[in-house]
Structure formats: C-alpha cells, structure tokens
C-alpha cells in the first residue's frame, strides 16, 4: 500500500465579492480534484488544537499525524530544523522576516517576495552589524530568515506580520518578559537598512523597500518521535518552505532538495512531482506540500488564489494520481488543506476545512463532484491528526 498526502496551502476561503461570491476553490478550474472528490470519503476536519494558533506549523503538524497541543513550542525551532540549525538547549530561535513598513503600517510582509539575492545581501549586513555572542542571523529563502538568541527571551506573546496587512505596527510589537529588548533589535535593522544599496536598486525599480527585521514565531528546540515510530512507514516529505522541510526531519522522514521550489506560484512544480514519484517508488509514504495559494492569500489576490489552485490541480495531483493510477498496486491518496487563508482578512483562520481520502485503484473517473468548503455542511467535524491516524497503518 502507498499512502500520499497532498497538502494545498491555506486554499481554502470565504466568499469573495469580485468571484462572484463564491471562494477561489469553487471557481478554480480543478478537474482533478473533483474527480477525486466523486469517488473518495469526505472529511470536515478541524487542523488547529484549542489554545494553539492556525499557523502552517500548527496545522501541518496535524496533516502529518501529530498532535501539536502535545508537541509544539514554536514556529521559529521547525524552520531551523528544517534549514539544518542545530539549537542548544538554551538557545531560542526567532523567525525573521523581511517586512515593508509604510507610514507605520505592516504594508508587506514579504518586502514584494523580495529575492533571495537581494535578501542574503541585506541579511549579511545585519549579520555584520548585529551579530554578537550568542545572537546569530542565519539567511533563508526570499523574505524568510532565522535569528539564533542564546538565552534568548522566549515568554513572549508575538504576531506574524501575515496576520497584521495594512494594520499599525505599534499595536502589534512583542510584549511581555524582555521584549523591550526583541524591539531594540528590530528597530536596529530598520536603521541599518534604510538606505542600504538594495534598497536604493529597489526604489529605483518601483519596488517594496525593506523597512526591517519582523521577529516573531520564537521558540525552543522541538523534539518529535519518529514517523516510523508513529505508523511504521517510512517516505519523505516534498516542499519549498523551511518550515515543512522541519516538521519533516523532525519527523525522520527524507526531505529531498528540488531545485527551483520557490513557495510561490512560479515554483518548480515537475521537480516536485518527480521529487513525490521517487521517494514513493522507494517507500511507502509521500508529502507534497505547495505553498503557493497561501502566499497568495495573504497578497489578498483572490485572483492569483484561483490561479494557484489551478496550478496545484494542474501540476501536483493530476499527475501523482495519474502515476499511482498506472502502477495498479493499491493506494490511499489523502488530498488535504492545512487551514484557510481568505483574501479579504489576508491571514489564516481556525474554521473547519475540508480532507477527501481515496482508495484505489479505481479506474477512469469522469464524474466531478465539489472539493470546496460547501461540502462541510452536515459532515461530523473531526480533528485532522485524528484523521491521519485513522488512515495510515
């Protein structure tokens, strides 16, 4: 038996004005996804524990079999594992994004999807500058960075710049136990970043300056048992971001490098695929998570949403299903969303979503049926690492 998951990021939604008011899902060209929808069981899950955030980390967690009520202790750690940080015991790590500021208010949190060119850049003056015993900044992908802080402070209550669009920053600062201490900081980068040469090339181009650090997301070292351990599979886990290459390390699962992943609507979806097909021919169990819709989501771009989930429908799980279609062996194909990401509050929400499970093979499929958050109405809502256990061995 081979098990797939196939987790579309934050596609899910409420209903947008300019589609008609109907949500991106409903109007998304996704073929194959409601083919699958026809002849799979349905599930409304919930994906985010009481007291916990809906945040990819919390929520993927979920989708991958575990419970994060038992298990978390914050965003930042994952991305580390996933970027192979190794984190002493006393050291507590923080997400570090590249943010644009304007007039005091989180106008992008992603700095326009600033490139990883122009970000090691920014990141290795901050580094120069900043960098002291026991505080470390360690470059990523595009606007997603880390920073290292031996006994660092980590009762903190934080917010994800995602979550805070167009808001004023100053009601969204860090607080509690030295958090004076985390704002200095990132008033610091905004300082030195001001009239730093990227941003002059930026400016020059009409694009998004970068403003400042955002910290945020910080925890300690997280440690997990084994998948192998939880369902006796082993496999591997395909994605651009950090922070799912983390949960799957963290895991002992595989986390193969493909060249080109982006986490954005131009990521490199044959890689992927052909990333899924070679950890499944080896093993029974594949992740593929895409970033994209989320991304676009928090853009606020109910369009360009649309677009990603056509992409993923497209690219992703048409054709996986084709491959495990054409190898007869039996399967269960688990199509999956971590949690909602609508476009008009441009951050994620605790509400239900919806997870198909199918058994096959099953042949030629030609009947389509909705994948979308209309079917939740009268389904039993179940939590998602319940779901997952049910699944798999």
């Not at 850049?121 to 802080?149: M, N």
């Not at 002059?200 to 650090?213: F, I, K, L, M, T």
């Not at 490098?257 to 097909?277: C, L, P, R, S």
């Amino acid at each position: 038996m081979k098990y797939l998951v196939l987790v579309g990021d934050g596609m899910g939604d409420e209903p947008v004005a300019e589609l008609g008011g109907r949500t991106p899902l409903q109007v998304a060209r996704i073929p194959t996804m409601r083919r699958i929808a026809a002849c799979a069981r349905l599930h409304r899950v919930c994906t985010v524990p009481d007291g916990l955030p809906p945040g990819s980390d919390v929520c993927n967690m979920g989708l991958l079999g575990y419970n994060a009520a038992e298990n978390y202790t914050g965003r930042a750690p994952i991305e580390a594992a996933g970027a192979n940080i190794p984190l002493h015991p006393a050291d507590v790590a923080f997400r570090c994004n590249l943010v644009t500021v304007r007039d005091g208010r989180m106008h992008d949190y992603s700095a326009g999807h600033i490139t990883t060119e122009e970000a090691t850049e920014l990141i290795a003056t901050c580094k120069q500058a900043l960098e002291q015993d026991g505080l470390v900044f360690h470059p990523g992908i595009s606007y997603r960075h880390l920073l290292v802080w031996r006994d660092g402070p980590d009762e903190l209550e934080t917010q994800p710049p995602h979550d805070i669009a167009d808001q004023r920053i100053a009601d969204h600062l860090p607080r509690g136990s030295r958090a004076t201490e985390v704002i200095h900081l990132m008033d610091q980068t905004s300082q030195l970043l001001a009239g730093h040469p990227v941003n002059r090339v930026r400016r020059s181009r009409g694009d998004a300056e970068v403003s400042q650090c955002w910290l945020w997301g910080q925890g300690r070292a997280l440690v997990l048992p084994t998948f192998q351990t939880c369902f006796g599979l082993s496999g591997g886990v395909v994605t651009a971001v950090d922070l799912v290459r983390g949960l799957g390390r963290l895991a002992g699962l595989e986390v193969p490098v493909v060249e080109g992943a982006t986490g954005f609507i131009d990521t490199n979806y044959a890689g992927k695929v052909d990333a899924a097909k070679q950890l499944l021919d080896n093993h029974p169990y594949a992740y593929v998570h895409v970033e994209a819709p989320d991304e676009c989501g928090h853009m606020g771009d109910a369009q360009l949403k649309t677009r990603a989930i056509e992409l993923f429908d497209e690219r992703i799980v048409a054709p996986l299903w084709e491959h495990l279609e054409a190898k007869g062996e039996p399967y269960r194909l688990i199509l999956a969303m971590d949690h909602r990401t609508p476009v008009a509050r441009r951050g994620h929400t605790r509400d239900p979503v919806p997870m198909a499970i199918l058994d096959g093979p099953v042949g030629p499929v030609t009947d389509e049926a909705p994948f979308d958050e209309t079917i939740l109405d009268g389904l039993p809502l179940e939590m998602s690492y319940n779901c997952i256990h049910q699944a798999l061995p």
